[in-house]
C-alpha cells in the first residue's frame, strides 16, 4: 500500500498543474457537490473533459475526499480544546501503541506529532467541560506512557478554515 501511495505522489510531483486544473480545485475546495455540468460551463470546458481532468485530479491526489460541514453545536460537540501532550519515552512502540489509541477516539478531529517542548497537539470537540474532564480522565490520560497532558479550552473560535491557497501558477 506505502508503495502504491509513493508512485502517485511521485505522478503527482511530475504533473503540473494549468490553469484550468487549479480553477477546477478553486471551485470544488469552495462547492465539493458543484455539478460536473456546472463546473464545466465555470471553467468553459464540455462536460466530458471537465470531467476527466477531476478523475485525473482525484487519482494523483490532490483531491482527497467530498465532505459535509457539519454545525457542531447542533451535535453536542461544541467545546473544542486543545491538548500538549508529552511522552515518557518515544520508542517505535510507544508512538506507535499512542497513534492506535487516539486514532480510535472518536473526540479526537486531529491529532498532530510536533516537535518542541511536548510530542502531540491534539484538537477534541466534546459537549461540554463534564464531558471533557471524562475523556481526560478516562480516555486519555490513561494511555501507557503519557508523562503528562496540558490542555487549552477555546473560548471563541475566531476562523476555522479547511481551504488551501490554491496558487494561479
Do not use: W
Request: aromatic share 6%; net charge neutral.
Amino acid at each position: 500500500m506505502e508503495k502504491i501511495k509513493n508512485n502517485i505522489l511521485n505522478l503527482a510531483s511530475i504533473h503540473k498543474l494549468d490553469k484550468i486544473d487549479r480553477n477546477i480545485l478553486k471551485i470544488l475546495q469552495d462547492d465539493g457537490r458543484t455539478s460536473n455540468v456546472k463546473l464545466a460551463q465555470t471553467i468553459n470546458l464540455s462536460p466530458t473533459p471537465c470531467l476527466e481532468r477531476v478523475k485525473r485530479l482525484e487519482k494523483l491526489g490532490y483531491i482527497k475526499n467530498y465532505v459535509a460541514i457539519l454545525n457542531p453545536k447542533m451535535l453536542d460537540a461544541a467545546l473544542v480544546s486543545f491538548i500538549e501532550v508529552s511522552l515518557d519515552r518515544t520508542t517505535t512502540r510507544a508512538l506507535d501503541h499512542f497513534r492506535e489509541v487516539v486514532l480510535a477516539m472518536e473526540e479526537v478531529q486531529e491529532c498532530h506529532m510536533v516537535a518542541g517542548g511536548f510530542d502531540y497537539l491534539i484538537k477534541v470537540r466534546t459537549k461540554d467541560m463534564d464531558h471533557y474532564r471524562r475523556f481526560l480522565g478516562e480516555k486519555l490520560s490513561i494511555i501507557e506512557d503519557i508523562s503528562s497532558t496540558n490542555t487549552y479550552v477555546v473560548m471563541e473560535e475566531i476562523k476555522a478554515s479547511s481551504t488551501i491557497k490554491v496558487s494561479d501558477q
